[in-house]
């Protein structure tokens, strides 16, 4: 089971609509409102899915308070066979055709890529990063970017 997530706005659930109708894009964050419900988009995966906030949204007379967990969202498909059949048709014939290109551009960065590991190998300066989590992710756009604060396994 997924972990929950919990978070107080200040402010009313038509406040933080608009605010999150304001700024559809927050970083490499995607806020979605659509019939009611509100989506936040917290990581890419893959080519078309994603890792999303759901939250249901409890309201009180001054506050709402957002109650989630992060579900990974793949693509919508409304293509029927015929489309998709095209599709890869085209696909695989790009493929044949730049294959060579994309062969030797790739050879190219990799090549780049290794010049630069040795450089900094050879200087020391070998830097480490590590990237957020999911969960840090949300923290971030929840509390850092709309104002909400955390709640934890309580009620706002």
Same mark, same amino acid.
């Given at each position: 089971?997924?972990?929950?997530?919990?978070?107080? @706005?200040h402010g009313t659930k038509e406040m933080l609509f608009h605010q999150c109708n304001q700024?559809?894009?927050?970083?490499?964050?995607?806020?979605?409102?659509?019939?009611?419900?509100?989506?936040?988009?917290?990581?890419?995966?893959?080519? /078309?899915?994603? @890792?999303?906030?759901?939250?249901?949204?409890?309201? @009180?007379?001054? *506050?709402?308070? %957002?109650?989630?967990?992060?579900?990974?969202?793949?693509?919508? /498909?409304?293509?029927?066979?015929? /489309? *998709?059949?095209?599709?890869?048709?085209?696909?695989?014939?790009?493929?044949?055709?730049?294959?060579?290109?994309?062969?030797?551009? @790739? %050879?190219?960065?990799? %090549?780049?890529?290794?010049?630069?590991? %040795?450089?900094?190998?050879?200087?020391?300066?070998?830097?480490?990063?590590?990237?957020?989590?999911?969960?840090?992710?949300?923290?971030?756009?929840?509390?850092?970017?709309?104002?909400?604060?955390?709640?934890?396994?309580?009620?706002?």
């Amino acid at each position: 089971m997924s972990k929950e997530y919990r978070f107080c @706005y200040h402010g009313t659930k038509e406040m933080l609509f608009h605010q999150c109708n304001q700024c559809r894009y927050v970083n490499e964050y995607i806020i979605s409102t659509l019939g009611g419900k509100i989506e936040f988009g917290i990581e890419r995966a893959g080519h /078309s899915g994603g @890792y999303w906030y759901t939250p249901n949204i409890i309201e @009180y007379e001054d *506050k709402i308070e %957002l109650v989630g967990t992060i579900q990974y969202i793949g693509p919508k /498909s409304d293509q029927g066979y015929r /489309s *998709k059949l095209k599709d890869k048709i085209i696909t695989v014939l790009l493929f044949i055709i730049f294959f060579p290109v994309v062969l030797l551009t @790739y %050879l190219i960065i990799k %090549l780049i890529d290794f010049v630069k590991w %040795l450089s900094a190998k050879i200087s020391k300066k070998e830097k480490k990063m590590n990237p957020k989590t999911k969960e840090e992710k949300l923290y971030d756009l929840m509390i850092n970017h709309l104002g909400c604060s955390n709640v934890e396994n309580t009620s706002c």
